[in-house]
């Protein structure tokens, strides 16, 4: 989820632990679990700082360490012991179990978008991206806006953010269900298909869906429970030839080819360089596909220039980067 939405989320589960009779709701013990519950609801991302680095660093290891199982144990620890340093009237043991709580909600709401995690490591280094929610989800960030309007009017946060997430698991469970409905639906549709990447939006009843088949890749897009075929590709495999070899020792490629389950591949000669470019199909955007990883090679295959993430046309990649004109 996006960090507003961990933010909201840390203050009501502050808000729901003060049913717990440890905690209560004006004592050392409240404080230092509404610390620990903030907190511990953005710890998980602290990742994002690889973004100053570069994209690749990011796009390799965003949400898979830091939302590991080791991880979110030694983040509860840290925090609480933290905290207990500058609050050490409050109850040790709840304090660490609702901080613990915050973490690993945290990581299990991020499995269930498009992105994912590798919320299993060390057991098994697999993203798990169930794509249920969008990154940002409208009615869940605003569903708990309300809650804690609701807490700051004077109602009991306990119990309204009780209410708030029998809501959500509702919702939950609807996403779930049209969700299915649209697997279902495309199997019906298109045959042979061996894997299906559905994507929620911020629109709840639109989806952007990547389909692959035996033979082919198809990108669609559900809109009011209608699939509609926005693109088909042949299924080519990625030929080991010299330059695409040489192409993958780039960082930018290998990061982009380690998270993108679907994708198509372009490699085009010049007069004095190669240029290769791997394509995610999951993220079709007004008839671009905006997250690509490229790089661009001299005649002795030498690395030129690279890049990989984001990009919504073709003049803003090579004034960015300054790559070589086609």
Partial sequence: MDTGTHVVMGIALGGLATLDPAVGIDNPTAQAVMFGTIIGSQAPDLDTILKLRNNAKYIRNHRGITHSIPAILIWSFLITGLLTIFIPESNLLHLYLWTLLAIVLHVFVDIFNAYGTQALRPFSKKWIALGII?????????????????????????????????????????RFIMQRNIIHRLHKLIPNIEQIIISPTMRFRQWHIAIMTDKTFHVARSVNEEIIILDEFERIPVPQTDVIKAAEDDDNISAFLSFSPVYRWEVDEFTDHYEVRFIDLRYRSKGYYPFVAIVQLDQDLNIVSSYTGWIFSEEKLRKKLELIPD
């Fill in 134 to 174: 969008n990154t940002f989800d409208p009615f869940i960030f605003f569903t708990h806006v309300v809650g804690i309007i609701i807490w700051v009017l004077g109602g009991h946060p306990g119990f309204t953010f009780l209410t708030v997430y029998a809501i959500l698991i509702a919702y939950y469970i609807i």
